[in-house]
T-cell receptor
Framework: NAGVTQTPKFQVLKTGQSMTLQCAQD?????MYWYRQDPGMGLRLIYY???????DKGEVPNGYNVSRLNKREFSLRLESAAPSQTSVYFC?????????????FGPGTRLTVT | QQQVKQSPQSLIVQKGGISIINCAYE??????FPWYQQFPGKGPALLIA?????SEKKEGRFTISFNKSAKQFSLHIMDSQPGDSATYFC?????????????FGKGTRLSVIA
């Protein structure tokens, strides 16, 4: 049982390049989330998927797109990377959409945009 | 939208001392207030959580105190140890609905020194 896995662990992009961050969970969770973590800013919600087939914007969605590929996988795409998107990205999942469920986080992807 | 304001931003505590981290929230309708712990290079993990129908919850050396009238909840770490050195986040539901993600405070970096 791997929990929440993310690939890649590290990535360096040039401004304007695109890439997709991959996330998968093997806990049969319904809800999945993407956060970014920046020094002094905490964890900010980018997008989330309350259940398979649905996605919604979070606090900071601009410059990102997401795809809930199936129940296990939730990807985050940067179409044209900008230096402001340099951050650590965390994927998370939880069993239900209700807030009482524990949220499980992946190990993160450290992205640098030059 | 829910906002959570966390303080202090950083905290240095002597080994054996008490660490106290505070969190203020806005919407009194929410039903779940967790604290997450994050070690360097790792994703956050649930540490302890409280529901607003109780004023205090204790798990080992970790205690959440909840003050509904002040709209605040606090994390107390008794007998703080160097292994407790980590970043701590409070969180609250983004919206007042059953289907809602969590939003996080900006984090408190705790250093426990011997």
């Amino acid at each position: 049982n791997a929990g929440v896995t993310q690939t890649p662990k590290f990535q360096v992009l040039k401004t304007g390049q695109s890439m997709t961050l991959q996330c998968a969970q093997d806990m049969n969770h319904n809800s999945m989330y993407w956060y970014r973590q920046d020094p002094g800013m905490g964890l900010r919600l980018i997008y989330y998927s309350a259940s398979e087939g649905t996605t919604d914007k979070g606090e900071v969605p601009n410059g990102y797109n997401v795809s809930r590929l199936n129940k296990r996988e939730f990807s985050l795409r940067l179409e044209s990377a900008a230096p402001s998107q340099t951050s650590v990205y965390f994927c998370a999942s939880r069993l239900g959409a209700g807030s009482l469920y524990e949220q499980y986080f992946g190990p993160g992807t450290r992205l640098t945009v030059t | 939208q829910q906002q959570v304001k966390q303080s202090p931003q950083s905290l240095i505590v002597q080994k054996g001392g008490i660490s106290i981290i505070n969190c203020a929230y806005e919407n009194t309708a929410f039903d779940y207030f967790p604290w997450y712990q994050q070690f360097p290079g790792k994703g956050p993990a649930l540490l302890i959580a409280i529901r607003p129908d109780v004023s205090e919850k204790k798990e080992g050396r970790f205690t959440i105190s909840f003050n509904k009238s002040a709209k605040q909840f606090s994390l107390h770490i008794m007998d703080s140890q160097p292994g407790d050195s980590a970043t701590y986040f409070c969180a609250a539901p983004l919206r007042n609905s059953g289907n809602t993600p969590l939003v996080f405070g900006k984090g408190t970096r705790l250093s426990v020194i011997a």
